[in-house]
């Protein structure tokens, strides 16, 4: 039988699942999996995918970092197991991420390394969600603990005698931007910091990689992003300090 500590990841997981209000049948597939793989019976399997579709459920932070870095791999494969990263999913991944100090580059990085393991295995994306499950009638649960930093899902500290981690804020800003070519807000996020942070022929390939186009389309995407958004500054433009004299 799992311990507290088993069932508190993968109540996180099925957080991330349901943190955009909808469960993709792939979603489902990868949580049984983990399931699965945690020695969970099919009776707490399905108490678990029911609290998470009421949205009762927290997130967890463990207490070493090596935990942490393990639950993060597993929230990233969970939130990109229907191939997109809804704007909710991405703002959680980028939460918790923080209590590893991962800034927003090297997250979009794993988030784009996990996208791009699933193309390679000739995966692809899922139609929008289908509706969460019913949950089954049962006994009302126990209120869970007060959450350490933020809702929606809640993020819970670990019991003493494990430090508190850093200060998370409440809610990670995803600004009104211009739609270019019809691509989701967080595609488009992604692409844009490949354009601020890697040089031309990278980014072209990046966005390649990432849409499923050939180099002169992607060509004309970043050309696309950057006529959008006058103020994004290419990385082969950045201004960067001279030598020394």
């Known amino acids: ?31 049984q999996q983990k399931a699965d793989q945690m020695g969970l019976s099919p009776r707490e399997y399905h108490e678990v995918l029911g609290l998470g579709g009421q949205r009762k459920l927290s997130v967890g932070i463990p207490a070493t970092r090596a935990e942490r870095e393990a639950l993060l791999e ?9 191939g997109r990263v809804e704007a909710a999913e991405y703002s959680l991944l980028a939460r918790f991420a923080e209590t590893l100090n991962i800034a927003l580059p090297e997250l979009r990085q794993r988030v784009n390394r996990r996208m791009q393991g699933r193309s390679d295995r000739g995966m692809q994306a ?32 670990s019991p003493p005698p494990v430090p508190a981690p850093p200060s998370i804020p409440t809610t990670v800003e995803f600004p009104r931007e ?16 490949s354009i601020m942070f890697d ?7 990046a966005i390649g990689r990432t849409l499923g186009l050939s180099a002169e ?9 950057l006529n ?18």
Do not use: C, H, Y
């Open 217 to 225: 389309e992607a060509a004309r995407i970043r050309l696309a992003i």
């Open 74 to 82: 597993d929230l990233i494969e969970v939130a990109a197991a229907d």
């Open 199 to 205: 040089n031309e022929a990278d980014s072209v390939a």
């Open 1 to 31: 039988m799992p311990d507290a500590a088993t069932r508190r990841k993968f109540e996180a997981l099925v957080a991330a699942a349901f943190a955009d209000g909808f469960l993709a049948e792939a979603e489902k597939v990868v949580l």
């Open 178 to 193: 211009a739609r270019v070519a019809d691509l989701p807000p967080v595609t488009l996020q992604l692409l844009k910091q």
């Open 126 to 157: 899922q139609p929008r969600r289908e509706a969460p499950p019913a949950a089954p009638r049962r006994p009302e649960p126990a209120p869970a603990p007060p959450a350490a930093a933020f809702e929606a899902p809640r993020f819970l500290q």
């Open 228 to 245: 959008a958004f006058p103020d994004l500054k290419p990385a082969s433009l950045a201004v960067r300090p001279g030598p020394r004299r």
